[in-house]
């Protein structure tokens, strides 16, 4: 059947639809399986597509539900001297948000039902606080972090600190739920909103000039609904109303004192300054989530034993979700005291064991601290999405300047337990701009990506730190959709653009891997021109119950369409 009429999940349009009911069944030559717990929809997809930019949906559910089976300081706030100035956001526009919340439910599970009261916020590890320095001195822990190893940053940037907010309290994007367009909106339980702190009342917005406040802010308020407006430059490394500095002294003053840790439920959102300038976090690490429950000494051990006692792996405590996080230039922290000269431990931002998490227009780099500063390696990660996480979609989003971009799953062996049928993520309309490596590399993954721009160069006067390495890497147990894409490596062989825009083969046993659409360009031999590409490069297409279909609605543009929105559109100070 066709037609035209509202349909499930609060879609319409022209869709093959049907409804099931006790007295209606679907027919198996129109319709996948119906796989989904609810009986109100067998399923739905699109009639036709423009070779532009098409409204896809989801024709098989099927997949979804596989898999889960298969893994089954200019104010002061009344909490602290230091925390955040609370908004003056008017009770009307809480009120709207309320009602805003409450309809949401026809379109999904609010994320925010999902976190129990009693998960604990993750903001304390022993007798450390994240975000609150230590000053403790260097020394060899495990035999990593040699002291003789460490190294101040050598390079500061030109701070850009705010003591005004330019909105004058109100932002016309910070009560925005998340949209509905990627692996976010999905959970174990069933479709989802993200809705991050978007019905905080009125004494949960924060607007914050400095780290003492944000940290101050997310402590107060804890798992509540949040909104924390960022204006002007946050460095855990100033203090008192950033009129001093202190370089970190320590591997674990770094860990602690260099890391904001973001509970279940906030919206996180950079506000340009008064002079244009983009909110920016330097010297930080973004930490969502953590993996070891309150008391438990092996994260394995302790999600073995709650699993044990026949409970729901998706009630177990350590869980972080609801966020979102828009409009942030975060440069990636130079590791003072790195585990060796190969391996810097500090990523500009971690999910360890975060569900539903949507990451919109940030910026992300090295900063003014390359590693070319140094003679070893001062940087990990730019975005790591690991140890369980899962339900998580970056988009319209700018890394540059980096070597290791992004991790998916952090290990072949000894991750299955935590991560396997996990890792749903989504990347899309980002611009991958002068990166090494790991756009992204991804182990266990269900990942789909489209419509991003990769720019690379692997000429001879490119620094070694910024020349192209590789691409879309796919790893052990990966499944991977990659669609439309353009990629853009300057002297680079149209033939080398397997094993470099995506690494094809080398035994690298992803489960599934599909590519389609792409366009890819180099100047190699003075080529001008774009030549398509299905970028399969080897990988046998899969069949039967690796493959899967993305289970909501995604715009996908032609390659080139996309390049030009991508450069336009992608990246931090864009939202205002």
């Given at each position: 059947m066709a037609g035209t009429r509202s349909v499930a999940l609060g879609k319409s349009g022209s869709f093959v639809y049907a409804t099931k009911t006790d007295s209606f069944a679907c027919i198996g030559s129109a319709f996948p399986t119906n796989t989904y717990t609810t009986s109100a929809w067998c399923s739905y997809g699109p009639l036709s597509s423009s070779s532009s930019s098409a409204a896809v949906s989801s024709a098989a559910a099927s997949s979804v539900a596989a898999s889960s089976a298969a893994s089954s300081s200019k104010a002061a706030s009344s909490a602290a001297a230091s925390s955040a100035a609370v908004s003056s956001a008017a009770a009307s526009s809480v009120a709207a948000s309320s009602a805003a919340a409450s309809s949401v439910s026809a379109a999904g599970i609010d994320a925010r039902t999902l976190t129990g009261a009693s998960t604990p916020l993750q903001n304390v590890s022993g007798s450390y606080?994240?975000?609150?320095?230590?000053?403790?001195?260097?020394?060899?822990?495990?035999g990593l972090h040699n002291p003789t190893n460490y190294k101040a940053a050598p390079v500061l940037p030109t701070w850009q600190f705010a003591t005004v907010d330019p909105t004058g309290g109100?932002?016309?994007?910070?009560?925005?739920?998340?949209?509905q367009n990627g692996w976010h909106t999905w959970s174990r339980k069933g479709k989802v909103v993200v809705t991050g702190g978007s019905a905080a009342a009125a004494n949960r917005v924060y607007t914050v000039f400095n780290g003492q406040q944000l940290v101050a802010a997310l402590a107060e308020a804890g798992l509540e609904p949040k909104i924390v407006r960022v204006v002007g430059h946050i460095d855990l490394r100033?203090?008192?109303?950033?009129t001093v500095f202190k370089e970190y002294t320590s591997y674990m003053d770094q860990k602690y004192g260099g890391s904001i840790m973001i509970p279940s439920n906030t919206t996180l959102v950079g506000i340009n300054d008064a002079q244009g300038r983009t909110a920016r976090i330097t010297g930080t690490s973004i930490l969502i989530?953590?993996?070891?429950?309150?008391?438990?000494a092996d994260a394995?051990?302790?999600?073995n034993a709650w699993i044990a006692a026949g409970k729901d792996s998706e009630d177990y405590p350590t869980w972080t979700r609801n966020i979102i996080i828009r409009n942030l230039q975060i440069d990636a922290p130079w590791d003072v005291n790195p585990e060796d000269s190969a391996n810097a431990y500090a990523d500009g931002m971690t999910l360890s064991r975060a569900q539903n998490i949507y990451i919109d227009h940030i910026s992300m780099g090295d900063g003014d601290t390359p590693d070319s500063l140094a003679g070893d390696t001062r940087h990990d990660g730019l975005l790591d999405i690991v140890r369980g996480s899962d339900y998580t979609t970056v988009t319209n989003s700018y890394f540059f300047k980096h070597h290791k971009t992004t991790l998916i799953g952090n290990g072949d062996s000894g991750r299955a337990w935590s991560d396997d049928g996990r890792l749903h993520v989504t990347l899309s309309n980002n611009?991958?701009?002068?990166?090494?490596?790991?756009?992204?590399?991804?182990?266990?993954?269900?990942?789909?990506m489209f419509n991003n721009y990769i720019y690379g160069r692997t000429d001879s006067s490119v620094p070694a730190d910024l020349k192209f390495g590789s691409g879309v890497d796919p790893r052990y147990k990966s499944n991977m959709l990659v669609e439309n894409m353009y990629f853009e490596i300057t002297a680079l062989a149209t033939d080398s653009f397997c094993k470099k825009g995506i690494d094809g083969g080398n035994g690298t046993n992803p489960i599934g891997f599909r590519s389609s659409g792409h366009l890819m360009l180099t100047d190699k031999g003075g080529n001008t021109t774009p030549v398509a590409w299905d970028g399969q490069c080897g990988y046998a297409v899969p069949t039967g119950a690796n493959v899967w279909t993305p289970p909501y609605a995604y715009t996908l543009q032609t390659a080139a369409a996309a390049k030009a929105s991508v450069i336009s559109n992608a990246g931090a100070g864009k939202l205002k």
């Open positions: 606080t994240y975000g609150v320095r230590n000053y403790l001195a260097p020394a060899t822990i495990d109100v932002l016309s994007f910070e009560r925005a739920t998340a949209p100033w203090s008192a109303n950033n989530g953590g993996e070891l429950a309150n008391g438990a394995q051990a302790g999600y611009f991958y701009d002068r990166l090494e490596s790991r756009l992204p590399l991804n182990r266990y993954g269900q990942v789909h």
